[in-house]
């Protein structure tokens, strides 16, 4: 049953009769190789989980140009042929807007002939800051589409002689981004075999009772997955944004369109911003995490039995989390399909009449088990992630269930290489011109001239590792840039060295989502077209600090008591010394000091 949120707030219910009638008059989209059954969303319209006396002043997925919500309609009396739909004529502007880019250069040209050039950062880095300044602004105010700024953003670093052709397009040899161009493949074959369909059926027969229902389901299943799949990146593209996507355009949701608003926006925002706590439950649940620990070992602070210790300082607030961001979404982001009571029943009908599985589904099914068994496995057997996925690619092109054509014509996956490529590029060249670094050591000098308590600092840091990954187009890049640098300004200002090394390594999975280059995953939910540049920028800042006062406030109790049972084992070993009732590393304040010379140097 669909659910329709008008703009009084109130749901309109048609009679399960009524509907059972007429539903053959609705439109419903079918894949191209057959004529495939209804879906189960498309049902009956129902009443939302979460009434509302009028729309929340806080939705602000609903963005100006998606229009209003459509008004009620009357099912006619008797089924009416569909006629197809005239193609939409062009509207908006053609072109730049030109308000948007000159505000976006505006700041990029002031950064760069009017503030002055920080000591330690050369010109050529501060060029390179001020292009990369007016590029991200331009993905906010949204002048151009992201790839066509993107390009234009390379093209001005190539006519400044910012940077030489090879620096600019560096990134594209980067594995993540080819997992993720593979991913969209993978998307693609979901999309052609049907099996994606059958996929969204089978979850609304087993979740389908309500679009929240979906969404806590997806999320769980994430979860689960993870701990055996670190790819977020693969997990995103190869598995759950295909189902989001089915899901979504059976129920007549389509991407880049004002339908996504009925149930694509919502799943995709809800899935995109949970998967910051389902990748900090376990430590194998992303890469990066095994990286954070190793480097705060280089730097004396050892966490013994690692998987049991990160598990037990994320369980609470990522199950907590786990189950609150997706409300906030349903609140944020409504769904205009909200209650489905009769969409199992149906879901079981509709797969009744698919059939068993075709050849290229069985094809498309057994590649997918055949990645994930090799991303499971790769790293025991020498396969990379991007291995793995080129191989299930492979299969596919030769067994036919996918054509090379296919591949050529699907746009989002070339254009997330052009953007995306772009940023890690630019972002990588800011960290070894030194920028990054040198912001960093200001920041450790000015904290070094205050005599303040550990708190505190520890409080001012990690707000400042976060917000300097908005410079970001890569967690692991963030992580090699500053991890270590931050957590020897902690650890020199007495933060316990447990507390000091696990949290900044949680907090390099929250800042995941709050943009639409933040991390892998981030390119393969914005590229689905189910999301708006403006409302990853606002629901992704909304979350980030949501998340950060969450992990805090439940996570620092158990941290500080996982940093006390260490105590011991640290003075044992003259790892550390405490002192006023606060625990240091006897060395930090000369790793701190060889870092900022590494950094001036």
């Known amino acids: 049953m669909q659910g329709s949120l008008l703009n009084s707030g109130k749901s309109t219910l048609l009679s399960s009769a009524h509907h ?72 908006g502007p053609v072109g730049v807007k030109i308000v948007p880019a000159l505000q976006a250069i505006a700041v990029g040209l002031a950064i760069r002939f009017l503030a002055p050039i920080p000591e330690g950062i050369t010109p050529q880095g501060w ?33 400044t002689n910012t940077l030489t052709f ?64 670190p790819s977020t990146s693969a997990r995103a593209g190869g598995i759950f944004m295909p189902i989001i996507k089915s899901l979504s355009q059976a129920a007549g949701s389509m991407p880049n369109e004002p339908s996504r608003m009925k149930l694509g926006a919502f799943l995709t925002h809800a899935q995109f911003q949970t998967g910051i706590h389902t ?79 075709s050849r290229d589904e069985k094809f498309m099914a057994g590649t997918m088990v055949l990645a994930v068994a090799l991303w499971v496995l790769g790293p025991s057997i020498g396969v990379s992630a991007v291995l ?49 670094k040198a ?4 920041v450790g000098g000015a904290l070094a001239t205050f005599n303040m308590g550990w708190l505190p600092v520890f409080g001012i840091l990690h707000a400042a590792f976060f917000v300097l990954h908005y410079m970001f187009a890569s967690q692991t890049a963030h992580v090699g840039a500053l991890y270590s640098a931050f957590c020897a300004m902690m650890l020199s200002a007495g933060v316990p060295p447990v507390l000091a ?21 981030a390119a393969v939910f914005y590229g689905s077209g189910f999301m708006s540049l403006q409302e990853v920028f606002k629901l992704g800042a909304l979350n980030g600090l949501l998340a950060m006062i969450l992990w805090g ?4 109790p158990v941290w500080k008591m996982q940093d006390g049972g260490e105590e011991q084992q640290g003075l044992d070993s003259g790892a550390y010394d405490v002192t006023d009732g606060h625990q240091g590393l006897c060395n930090s304040r000369v790793l701190l000091a060889r870092h900022l010379m590494t950094v001036r140097t």
């Not at 560096?170 to 052609?192: C, D, P, Y």
């Not at 912001?439 to 200001?442: P, S």
């Not at 406030?553 to 620092?556: A, E, K, P, Q």
Request: proline residues 8%; aromatic residues 8%; contains cysteine.
């Open 279 to 357: 990748s900090s439950l376990f430590l194998t649940a992303s890469a990066q995490n095994l990286l954070c620990l190793n480097l705060a070992a280089e730097l004396g602070a050892v966490v013994n039995d690692q998987f049991y210790q990160w598990m037990a300082g994320a369980a609470l607030p990522c199950i907590i989390g786990m189950f609150l961001v997706p409300v906030l979404m349903y609140k944020l982001c409504p769904p205009e399909i909200t209650n489905t009571p009769e969409a199992p029943k149906d879901a079981a009908k509709a797969l009744e009449k698919m059939g068993p599985m």
């Open 127 to 159: 060029s390179l800051l001020s292009i990369f300044t007016s590029t991200i602004l331009g993905l906010i105010l949204d002048p151009l589409p992201v790839g066509a700024w993107a390009l234009i953003a390379v093209t001005v670093t190539l006519a």
């Open 388 to 436: 793995a996925a080129l191989l299930g690619l492979c299969v596919l092109l030769c067994s036919g269930t996918l054509s090379w054509k296919d591949c050529l014509t699907y746009t989002p996956a070339w254009d997330t290489l052009t953007w995306f490529a772009v940023l890690i590029g630019m972002s990588g060249q800011l960290n070894n011109l030194g920028v990054i």
């Open 439 to 442: 912001f960093a050591g200001t």
């Open 20 to 91: 059972l009638s007429h539903r053959n008059a609705l439109p419903v989209p079918v894949r191209a190789t057959s004529q495939a059954p209804r879906s189960a969303l498309h049902t009956r319209r129902g009443t939302s989980l979460f009434p509302l006396s009028k729309p929340s002043p806080l939705a602000t997925c609903a963005s100006q140009e998606d229009g209003p919500p459509p008004e009620p309609q009357t099912a006619p009396a008797v089924p009416q042929p569909v006629a197809a739909a005239a193609p939409p004529a062009p509207t």
């Open 553 to 556: 406030g439940l996570g620092m």
């Open 166 to 229: 090879a620096q600019a397009f560096s990134a594209m040899t980067n594995e993540v981004i080819w997992l993720i161009v593979v991913s969209f493949f993978f998307a693609k074959g979901f999309e052609k075999t049907g099996l994606g369909e059958r996929l969204a059926n089978l979850f609304v027969r087993a979740l389908g009772k309500s679009s929240l229902g979906l969404a806590v389901g997806l999320n769980v299943a994430e979860c689960l997955l993870a701990p055996a799949m």
């Open 501 to 521: 090394a696990m949290t900044l390594a949680y907090s390099v999975n929250l800042f995941g989502s709050i943009t639409h280059y933040a991390s892998g995953q």
